[in-house]
């Protein structure tokens, strides 16, 4: 059973460790103020920014781009400040942000948060200027990534080998910076990356053209040269053997989502996964809509539940899942999320050749496992779920609590092993019949991945779609067969 979820973790706490590392800031620039005057413009940059957060945190963060853009200024900003600072020590200032440093974000967590948004570009077909101009849908707040911001996501993209994205977020940087937008980088620079990686897609023609304006502008340049001679002697061979005529020059036609094809991953069901995360695909028909209800829930006239029956609602016949409206509490969620934050940890799977828990690509969140004896509302909690499904959770496993942030996700996978309302995305998708559950603050849904027989259903491969504007967090109880001999009783067929 998964019930819902409140808003983003330990990105809050960031977001309050920026305000109180800005304090600290403005405090060393009164003491010395006529020797940092590069750091006071940091400052009120930050300033103003941290101004905009902590207005409203949670809403703040509902924005990828500012989620990422928090995880970027922290691992990279502060320690250029940080180092500046040290060339004339402040001890309240260093010691502040030494204290704090701990709990920053790293390069690693720059680098996720940048395929974070990829992600999103992905799943959602987003283009970058979408991103690059804030224009996502749900959103409450502005949040701008800059030339030199989409240089750096096309440089992770890079660095990967992931051509494909360093071409979007390189052309996109290019486009700004051809607009008149002021930048760090180099146009030559950003021409070197973009040229290379348009050729490893394939397109020779262009190529040839990005390197030729690299040339234009430097013509001393280390690899440009050679670049654009090794560049149209492919083109020439190309077009001997397949005795085609010189290309037009692509340069007039932009770049977009649909230029190159995207390279197809491990995941068979990628393609119907993503359009069941926008909302594509889902095949409720008249006729299967008319099967779906709603009824009171009473357990079974459970004592519990007679006074107070629970709403439940069809979300779909076969298999069949039901959604309990009301499940949690306000109170009940903000508790349970206050006891798991702490706990949290980046979520792992069992390696099926190995055994071993680890952490992968296609499981992107934090998750904590709560015992029962830690607060009587996991207590409570697990006696609702007992009262609800009619199976004793004597044999469950614990309480997990799942925080998905920027770009968050779980790809299609099976249980044999929701949720909280978002601005945009987070669906729970069930691939193999078309199906999409989308979240909603304080309710549960539940289903049965086992038929009577004990057998796994294989229907019920299913993912958590990447929250595009928002923040997701999910409890779940996975509850298993032993113990239920009596109260779900093993059919005969294994479709029973």
């Not at 500012?66 to 940080?82: G, I, M, P, Q």
């Not at 030339?147 to 051509?163: H, R």
């Not at 998750?367 to 029962?372: D, G, H, P, V, Y």
């Amino acid at each position: 059973i998964s019930v819902i979820s409140f808003i983003s973790g330990q990105m809050t706490d960031l977001i309050y460790t920026e305000k109180e590392l800005v304090q600290s800031l403005k405090e060393y620039i009164q003491a010395e103020e006529a020797k940092i005057a590069a750091v006071k413009s940091w400052a009120d940059k930050l300033d103003m920014l941290t101004q905009a957060s902590t207005a409203d945190p949670e809403g703040y963060l509902a924005h990828p781009v500012n989620a990422y853009k928090l995880v970027k200024r922290l691992n990279t900003v502060w320690s250029e400040l940080e180092s500046l600072v040290l060339q004339d020590p402040s001890d309240g200032f260093i010691s502040n942000i030494s204290v704090h440093r701990q709990h920053f974000p790293d390069e690693e967590d720059e680098k996720g948060a940048a395929k974070a948004l990829m992600r999103l570009q992905d799943t959602y077909r987003l283009d970058s200027e979408s991103f690059s101009k804030g224009k996502l849908p749900g959103v409450r707040y502005s949040a701008l990534l800059t030339v030199d911001d989409c240089f750096d996501m096309g440089k992770t993209a890079y660095n990967d080998a992931d051509y494909y994205h360093a071409v979007l977020w390189m052309q996109q940087a290019l486009r700004q910076l051809d607009a008149g937008e002021e930048a760090i980088v180099s146009k030559v620079d950003l021409l070197d990356y973009l040229s290379y990686s348009v050729y490893q897609m394939g397109d020779l023609p262009r190529a040839i053209e990005l390197t030729r304006r690299m040339v234009a502008l430097d013509p001393t340049h280390e690899r440009a040269g050679g670049n654009l001679r090794y560049f149209e002697r492919l083109l020439s061979k190309e077009l001997r053997e397949s005795e085609k005529s010189k290309p037009e020059p692509s340069m007039e036609k932009p770049i977009d989502l649909s230029t190159y094809e995207r390279p197809r991953d491990y995941l068979p069901e990628r393609e119907t996964y993503e359009a069941l995360c926008r909302g594509e695909g889902v095949n409720l028909t008249p006729k299967r809509r008319s099967r779906l209800f709603c009824r009171y829930q009473n357990g079974n006239r459970n004592p519990r539940l007679l006074l107070a029956p629970m709403m439940e609602e069809d979300e779909w016949d076969s298999p069949h899942i039901v959604r309990f409206l009301d499940a949690l509490s306000d109170a009940e969620m903000e508790k349970i999320k206050e006891l798991a934050k702490p706990r949290l940890a980046r979520a792992t799977v069992r390696d099926p050749k190995s055994g071993v828990l680890t952490t992968a690509n296609y499981r992107v969140s934090k998750s904590a496992w709560l015992e029962e004896d830690i607060d009587p509302v996991i207590t409570r909690v697990s006696q609702r779920i007992e009262d609800l499904t009619g199976l004793t959770v004597d044999t469950a496993e614990l309480l997990q609590v799942a925080n998905y942030g920027v770009g968050g996700q779980y790809e299609p996978h099976y249980d044999f092993s929701r949720m909280s309302d978002v601005e945009a995305g987070g669906a729970t998708v069930f691939p193999d019949f078309g199906a999409a559950i989308w979240p909603r603050k304080g309710t549960a849904v539940f289903w049965y991945n086992l038929f009577r027989s004990g057998e796994g259903d294989y229907r019920t491969r299913h993912a958590a779609c990447p929250v595009l504007v928002g923040s997701k967090w999910v409890a779940n109880k996975w509850i298993h067969e032993r113990g239920q001999e009596f109260r779900r009783p093993c059919g005969l067929t294994e479709v029973d």
